[in-house]
């Protein structure tokens, strides 16, 4: 199975950016969706974006629509999620993962593969 291992994560103020990375080790992310997903304390997790294998089809939650963009670099087996104009709401641990189901996918039961997560804290 593929491991996945999020980075990027940090503590910044409202107002800036953050690029989360998602690098896979022991195989690579073809033929699957990544996706990004985040949870807040005492919150269900959430989708926040995917990408396709190809890196040709993103979907995003409404929520960061416009302020993050999702992309991937198949030479080093990375999928980026580039975070600008966060905002305090946007404090979560950040997780990437990967199912081999097709489409929009965006409920966290359909994802069979997790990392560790990477913390996000936007101070306001």
């Known amino acids: 199975q593929v491991q996945l291992a999020e980075s990027g994560g940090g503590l910044v103020q409202a107002g800036d950016s953050l690029r989360l990375s998602c690098a896979a080790s022991?195989?690579?992310?073809?033929?699957?969706?990544v996706g990004w997903f985040r949870q807040a304390p005492g919150k269900e997790r959430e989708f926040v974006a995917h990408?396709?294998?190809?890196?040709?089809?993103?979907y995003y939650a409404d929520s960061v629509k416009g302020r993050f963009t999702i992309s991937r670099d198949s030479a080093k087996n990375t999928v980026y999620l580039q975070m600008n104009s966060l905002k305090p709401e946007d404090t979560a641990v950040y997780y990437c993962?990967?199912?081999?189901?097709?489409?929009?996918?965006?409920?966290?039961?359909?994802?069979?593969?997790w990392g560790q997560g990477t913390q996000v804290t936007v101070s306001s």
């Open positions: 990408i396709n294998w190809r890196g040709d089809t993103t």
């Open positions: 022991g195989g690579t992310f073809n033929p699957y969706i």
């Open positions: 993962a990967t199912t081999g189901n097709l489409g929009v996918v965006v409920t966290p039961q359909r994802y069979a593969n």
